[in-house]
């Protein structure tokens, strides 16, 4: 894996220096047509010489790869964290230390460091990319799936061979479910539910991103009363997808059967948090935590929640490591700010766009009333490619991109 292309990552403009002159950001120009060119010694010489380029995050980093283009591994990653000291956004940084990481065999700490530049830069075709390979070799195949799915969403070099490599094994997989999918619809009509279940199995066993089918075959394997078998795709949908109140009350159901009753109460607390009072089921499910509120007094039981969850992080299981460190805060009926700040963290992990889409958002009115358009527009064309569908956050987006191009335009053409 190579370093990324700081150039392309962040542009040379993004190098600010404090007292307005240009003599420093001529010199990191200078820095940058050494490194570019090879010069890797005579870049150094001039960077790590001047006070002003080594307060930059992007000096840092550029040192940082002028020494690792030099075979300086322990020079460089040193750089790469002081980068991300002085700035904690520089996601370049988060990218190199974890290719380095990956270099040494060291998996679970590289895709820590991609996942932390993933949540500055979602869109980094490189890190999606680093990540889908990553976690194809830990055999996470839902998440090396979601992963090269991004990586062929948000490539603009789609000429590469890389590129056409990953297309063709994705759409030869997905031509390969759409042909089961037909043979289900013929067994349908003949009600054979093994045959179906056969071929969900096959679907998701050719491509791994296919939330409708996990959910299809927890309900087949629940009719033929394979608890564990259910509650395992079950969880698959909770754990990767969006679920509803009434995945949460089949997850509870299926655990109490199996006589699993931590989990049991959990789940029943997640689905009464959710369930609209004085319903029914509200009132069902009440008594159900009721009957299980014994779990509460078991130090042990709910012990095992957090230890399990540490586990998880550790194997950058973040979904699973989410689920047991709220399972423990609502066995424990406590807060902790510090297990709170590590679930949220990690649900960025799992999902960043929307997190990245909301900062943007509230950046735009500032740009705005400060008259910064181009900036404004980049924001704007960065929450359109991450989000999707028609949200508030897009809509704005649009209208407020057209009027920084009509206002640009009319400076352009009128001198407004």
Known sequence: MENTDINN?????????????????????RVYEFYTTGRYSEALSLAENDSQINSTAFGHVLIGNCYRSLNDKNKAISHWKKAVEISPLE???????????????????????????????????????????AYNRKNSRIKATKYFEKYLLYEKSTKSPEYHKIKHALASLTAKVEFYAKKVEEYKLKKDLKSIA?????????????PAIYAN????????KNYEKSLEF??????????TAKMLLEIANLYSILGQNSYAY?????????LPDGTSYYSKVKSKLSSLAFVLKDPEIIDSHLQKAKESEKDNDYELAIDEYENYLILSESE??????????????????????????????????RKKLHACVEVCDRIMLLGQGHTKEIMYAMKCKAE??????????FGV
């Not at 962040?10 to 001529?26: C, K, N, R, T, W």
């Not at 969900?200 to 050719?206: G, N, P, Q, S």
């Not at 075959?217 to 033929?224: L, M, P, T």
């Open 336 to 369: 902790n700010p510090d297990i709170q700040q590590l679930i949220d963290k990690y649900k960025i992990f799992a999902n960043p766009e929307p997190f990245v889409i909301n900062v943007l958002y509230n950046q735009i009115p500032d740009l705005m009333n």
């Open 234 to 243: 079950y969880l698959l949908v909770y754990l990767y997808y969006p679920h």
């Open 404 to 413: 920084c191009r009509r206002i640009i335009v009319a400076r352009e053409q």
């Open 91 to 133: 996601y370049t940084a988060y990218i190199n230390i974890g290719n380095e990481y990956y270099k040494d065999g060291n998996l679970n700490e590289a895709i820590y460091n991609w996942h932390l530049a993933c949540t500055i830069m979602p869109e980094n075709p490189t890190v999606n990319l680093n990540l889908a390979n």
């Open 266 to 274: 959990v789940y029943y607390k997640r689905a009464l948090d959710v």
């Open 198 to 210: 056969a071929l969900y199995l096959k679907m998701i066993a050719t491509y791994a991103n296919l």
């Open 9 to 29: 990552a962040m542009g040379l403009s993004a190098v600010d220096f404090d007292d307005g002159e240009s003599v420093s950001a001529d010199k990191i120009k």
């Open 217 to 224: 075959i927890a309900e087949i394997f629940y009719f033929d």
